[in-house]
């Protein structure tokens, strides 16, 4: 079993309609977990982090933590076409802050 | 959150020749890493940047190979050595201010080997 593990995707969604993005992780002491976009050619830009199960919302963004099932999920709502890039979850490792990244997930938002 | 500069953003090296690439720091950090990016992948860690110490390298990652210097809390060095076509990725640097905060990147250095 990977550490993080994410669909690759491509997910498409429609523009302005909500895109639904999944992580599950191994290590049952993580404590924080983040989640990165990344477009094309360029370096990851953090966008949430959320540290307690339940919800944390951030303008379009939400993040979603369970630790009892280990999987942190992302809604991004009204998803824009600037919107289209791969998500990245990253979690740290429970001794350190060493991040362990998924593989991503590709979005792509269709005007 | 911290500007972090990283240069070059790019370069075509011959292999087994080195490159070495900055990243510059506008504040003090505690935490400073190197990432790799093969193209079409994700990211892994390639080792922490300690500063004023040696840095501390993942599996599959050595320091002969990657060798890394952290001289003061905002400037650490990473090497690529006797490149070869295999080492052809993009390196990232990121910075946090500690244990459970969130890593900011830096641009990235995408390397070419010829």
């Known amino acids: 079993q990977k550490e993080v593990e994410q669909n690759s995707g491509p997910l498409s969604v429609p523009e302005g309609a909500i895109a639904s993005l999944n992580c599950t992780y191994s290590d049952r002491g993580s404590q924080s977990f983040f989640w990165y976009r990344q477009y094309s050619g360029k370096s990851p830009e953090l966008i949430m982090f959320?540290?307690?199960?339940g919800d944390k919302e951030d303008g379009r963004f939400t993040a979603q933590l369970n630790k009892a099932s280990q999987y942190v999920s992302l809604l991004i709502r009204d998803s824009q076409p600037s919107d289209s890039a791969t998500y990245l979850c990253?979690?740290?490792?429970?001794?350190?802050?060493?991040?362990?990244f998924g593989g991503g997930t590709r979005v792509l938002v269709k005007p | 959150s911290a500007v972090i500069s990283q240069k070059p953003s790019r370069d075509i090296c011959q292999r087994g020749t080195s490159l070495t690439i900055q990243c510059q720091v506008d504040?003090?950090?505690?935490?400073m890493f190197w990432y790799r990016q093969q193209p079409g992948q994700s990211l892994t860690l390639i080792a922490t940047a300690n500063q004023g110490s040696e840095a501390t390298y993942e599996s599959g990652f050595v320091i002969d190979k990657f060798p890394i210097s952290r001289p003061n809390l905002t400037f650490s060095t990473l090497t690529v050595s006797n490149m070869s076509p295999e080492d052809s990725s993009i390196y990232l640097c990121?910075?946090?201010?500690?244990?459970?905060?969130?890593?900011?990147f830096g641009d990235g250095t995408r390397l070419s080997i010829l």
């Open positions: 990253a979690v740290p490792k429970a001794a350190g802050n060493k991040l362990t």
């Open positions: 504040s003090q950090v505690t935490m």
């Open positions: 959320i540290y307690s199960n």
């Open positions: 990121s910075v946090s201010t500690g244990v459970g905060q969130p890593q900011h």
